[in-house]
């Protein structure tokens, strides 16, 4: 019988001089041997082969019967198979149910700063800004409760604007989710990411009484948050934010706070933003998001700057790896993203649990993909009301899922990227159904140095990941 070899299913790579194995339908990692090393090199050179091809290639180094079982080990992991190109046995997804858990709420389309890259297409100052109304908000939470009912935890998000323009609405909410939740024998997980302007003790003391996640916009330090960062008036922001920073970090207690770093053209420097948000602030968690196809096309970051900005992510990787050998956490939010996806084995079909999981409401109670598409052109998907528009939402999944005919088909990352984010699609794409081509050879490249680093830690650390990764589920409980 004739072998088929699957390239589309597998990954190998050297880290240290051990020969990893990387089975993409399962995202496993496996260590092997020299010998499957060179069998596994002698099948991707020739693509297809008999069982005595391999025992005339490898008679002096295998027994027959070694080498019939290693030929059924690939077999099993769909590696070769008596198909010429296997396709990866998934079933097709079909969206009957959508088990929400998070709602986020856009309580402001109004903010109190003028970014210069945001994305919002709404946003304008605080008092022209459209605020929910607390009723919308209700609608939303029993919204919840009717597609999801019978969970222990719901999660609202607050989100803008800036969502502390509006904290008349958000005390309502809290107050009202909290005793709504109690009557059904659950509970409420709050979230909230802001700008950190409107801080005030008194709203530091409300949102630890009530266990809020936080997460701060901030760009790093003064010269290159103040870039992009501005008041509506056209000042940089930073001295305001880092006051109000030192005094959330000096008193907030409950859960750890994080910090969200928008890289832009010319702020691209991963290190020093890291190391003055971590280390000089203390924020215990730093995540980076890169602006590639914004609409305001100065500040989006071109291709060679992009390929310097993974760079800089990587040296910061390898710090984050160093740390973690030694037991301790650098807080690098991207990094430990990836280590908790390859801890858990996650196979994704989908990129993030946008219209499944998780709904964006906006301030008339639209149903939008997630708080990024709020205030867009893109379709909504029902409203707080009248419910979802099930259809409608579960065709989109359901097209986004298939990946027959597109880059995403026989890549390696597929079951990790899963054809990464709807906005960025949509952004620059024009079209949310599109894969995010624009960087994908990069994320391989990431991903690649994630699996190595992976590797690494499991092999000098493995306590590593039941002291830092298996906790980081629980923040909010």
Partial sequence: MTLYYQAQNLHQLEQDGRHLLFHVPTTSLFEIDAIDHEVLG???????????DLEAEFSTRITPDAMLERLQGYRDLEILDSLQRLPERKQPIEIKQFPLTTIVLNVNTGCNLACKYCYKEDLTTPSKGNKMAFETAVNALELLLRESPDRKQYNIVFFGGEPLSNMPLIRQVVDYAQKRLAEVNAVADFSLTTNATLLTEDLISWFDAHRFGLTVSMDGPQALHDKNRLTVGGKGSY???????????????????????????????????????????GFQEVGFSPVTSGAIEQHNIGSEEMQQVFANMKHLGEHYVTEAIAGR????????????????????????GAGLGMLAVDYQGGLNLCHRFTGSDMETFGTVETGIKKQALSQFIETRAERSGKGCETCRIRNLCAGGCYHESYVHFSDPMMPTYHYCELMRDWIDFGIGAYARILKHNPRFFHEHIAPRRSFGK
């Fill in 239 to 281: 001295e305001t934010v880092v006051a109000k920073v030192r005094l959330l970090l000096s008193r907030y207690r409950s859960r750890p706070v994080g910090g969200r770093v928008t890289l832009t053209a010319g702020v691209t420097d991963v290190m020093t933003i890291w190391d003055h948000l971590k280390n000089d602030l």
């Fill in 329 to 352: 956490n650098n807080g690098f939010s991207n990094m430990h993203q990836m280590m908790t996806d390859l801890w858990e084995g996650r196979s994704k079909a989908l990129p993030c």
């Fill in 42 to 52: 002698f099948l991707q050179q020739k693509r297809q082969v008999r069982a005595a």
